[in-house]
């Protein structure tokens, strides 16, 4: 979705009017990218003359699944290495900019049996905590679980803030007896594995 075509496409059918309408070139131009819309408050959007709150939102929707609908349609099933984990969230929380935290639940054979959402803005352990974390993971029955993050700024050397967090869900899966086998960081271009570091 970085064609700018196809975002002045999906901005358009999210309003219903032409592509070069003046509103249209007017959120292209204020929004360098589809995820910066995305990421942008009702105020900013409201503020441009010919979208209201029903409008705003409806853009920020019809982005998301044009999102949804350029990301790759072959996924591993399987994680086999923290670059799968890389291949599949790259085009979803890897280019975010803000903070999300989310599992991988896997079933006895590292398959993916479903993804959920634990936290979103910035990490820190306060924010992320063990109970919340593996209640999914109970739900679901998962075997195992993956932890990843995405660092908005590009640069996925871990904070000690993450590390700190690592520590606190492996002593949590170890009482839980849901293993957590990596705490992978994300980033556009680049992820980083606390395991094959040696940090967990």
């Not at 995820?35 to 409008?55: F, H, N, Q, V």
């Not at 670059?83 to 590292?110: A, P, Q, W, Y």
């Amino acid at each position: 979705m970085s064609n700018p075509h196809t975002f002045r496409t999906a901005i358009s059918e999210a309003l219903c009017i032409k592509e070069n309408s003046v509103v249209v070139q007017e959120l292209v131009s204020k929004f360098n990218t589809p995820y910066d819309l995305m990421d942008a408050s009702e105020y900013e959007l409201t503020s441009i003359k010919g979208i209201g709150p029903m409008r705003a939102k409806q853009i920020q929707s019809a982005l998301k699944l044009a999102l949804l609908l350029n990301m790759p349609k072959e996924t591993p099933k399987f994680i086999r290495s923290p670059r799968d984990v890389f291949d599949i969230f790259r085009c979803s929380i890897g280019v975010l900019n803000v903070e999300e935290f989310h599992i991988i639940m896997l079933s006895t054979k590292n398959g993916i049996i479903g993804t959920e959402l634990i936290s979103r803005g910035t990490l820190n352990s306060s924010l992320v905590h063990p109970r919340e974390t593996f209640i999914p993971a109970i739900k679901r029955s998962a075997s195992s679980i993956i932890a990843i993050h995405n660092h908005p700024s590009g640069d996925c050397t871990p904070s000690p803030e993450d590390v700190q967090l690592t520590e606190r869900l492996v002593q949590a899966s170890e009482i839980i007896g849901i293993p957590c086998h990596d705490h992978v960081i994300i980033a556009k271009d680049s992820y980083y594995s606390l395991k094959e570091r040696g940090l967990m």
